[in-house]
């Protein structure tokens, strides 16, 4: 296991980006390099800590210290939603959602297999269901109560 070189944080084993600032990793057993979604032949440097779009240098927005891409609201979610929870699968998400938003909590999910989805095949839970900062505790609650959460899993990712 390596630390991330922008952040410090540790990095998943299977993983080959950071999860906190969008870093890639620089020692990825991913064996060709990622290209930026935008300029096809240039590598990324990163891939958006939203949705997982690979951005190459140019394109790369940072805000305190996380990576977000050109998508015009990305460094706002980035700063005012939560990652809640991860899934295998976009129709796992749309369960996820379905019961947020029952309980009157906006919930949206970002699903990074669509941008660069063989690379992602070596990443074992690639869809990201997001909240609302203030609203986090509360749709975690929800979850639990619904039994489609731990009570205890270790909240690594803010
Ligand atoms: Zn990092
Ligand atoms: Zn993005
Ligand atoms: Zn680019």
């Given at each position: 296991m390596t630390d991330c070189p922008q952040c410090g944080v540790a990095l998943m084993g299977?993983?080959?980006?950071?999860?906190?600032?969008g870093t890639l990793d620089?020692?990825?057993?991913?064996?060709s390099p990622i290209e930026c979604e935008n300029h096809v032949g240039q590598p990324a440097v990163?891939?958006?800590?939203?949705?997982g779009k690979p951005v190459c240098g140019d394109c790369a927005l940072s805000r305190d210290g996380k990576f977000y891409c050109d998508t015009t609201d990305h460094i706002t979610i980035g700063n005012e939603w939560v990652s809640l929870h991860r899934c295998q699968s976009d129709f796992e998400a749309d369960l996820y959602l379905a019961n947020l938003r029952s309980a009157g909590i906006a919930a949206r999910f970002f699903s990074p297999g669509s941008h660069i989805s063989l690379a992602w095949?070596?990443?074992?839970?690639?869809v990201r269901i997001m909240v609302k900062r203030p609203d986090r505790d509360q749709a975690r609650q929800v979850l639990i109560r619904l039994g489609l959460l731990d009570d205890d899993i270790p909240q690594t990712s803010s």
């Open positions: 299977n993983s080959f980006f950071c999860d906190q600032c620089p020692h990825s057993t991913v064996s990163a891939v958006c800590s939203v949705c095949s070596a990443f074992d839970s690639p």
